[in-house]
């Protein structure tokens, strides 16, 4: 973390403006502290996972839920956070205890949101999934990206008022983009304040470089942003096809305009998305909070 990423130079000039020091920003949970130790330790320390994911019991109820999902077939039911580990293995627990800490300590009540961390689960789990595909490219990386790509919306729920209005107005207007929307009426957006709790929680630059660009698609030709930050930016409207196909939901204005070039861009074909929709549909089914 001693190097400055060029998104924190961006970040700070952000959190300067008066529109977003207004809003609190949650500070990084105690947990997921403790997870980035456990991950960033040479070795991936089970005992110490085992214990985290015990120290909180609906954590290790969720864990254990998802080890006797359908997804894993057990002819036994798991009944300790330690089999659970066991079956999941150690980075798919990672993933999911993030995913709930995450999830926790940004709970906000709004109709809005009621389905909002599935999906960003599971557009996280399609962009891990895509990032295996991917030559030389970190998959965890984009299981981060996915699951904090829209984290700033419930921020803004809870810190902006009117701002559920905003989302409402902003999915409904063919004249600009979501962003345009946001910025027009709060004078700032989801992406930007997304950049900014990665940040704060210690992702990678490349990840809140990427959740600052993702509704900016021009980013992708543009060399002045590394090659990581691209891929993620691509991946991202590719996992969010991949979700709305799950979901039943028709392609977003976005996927229609740009989707052919995020797929160029990864060198991925329409007949391999249509594959990992086929592929995907257990992990997606799995995602239950």
Known sequence: MSSVHPVDQHIQQARMHPAVRAIVIPPCPESLVRLQAIIAAPELDASALEQLASSDVAMAAALIRLANSPLHGLAQPVQTVGMALTVLGLQPAVELLSAFITRNALQVRSPLLDHFWESSQRRAIACEHIGHQLYSFDPGLGYSF???????????????????STVTEALARKDR????????????DHAVMGAIVARTWHLPGDVAQAIWLHHDFSCLQDERFAPTVRHLVALGLLADFLVNQHDSLAPTREWLQHGAACRDHLHVSQDELDHWIDTLHPAFEAVKF
Do not use: I, S, W
């Open 177 to 188: 983009t979501f962003t345009q929307t946001e910025n027009a009426n709060h004078r700032t």
């Open 146 to 164: 996915g699951l904090f790509c829209h984290v700033g919306m419930p921020v803004l729920v809870k810190a902006v008022r009117g701002y559920a």
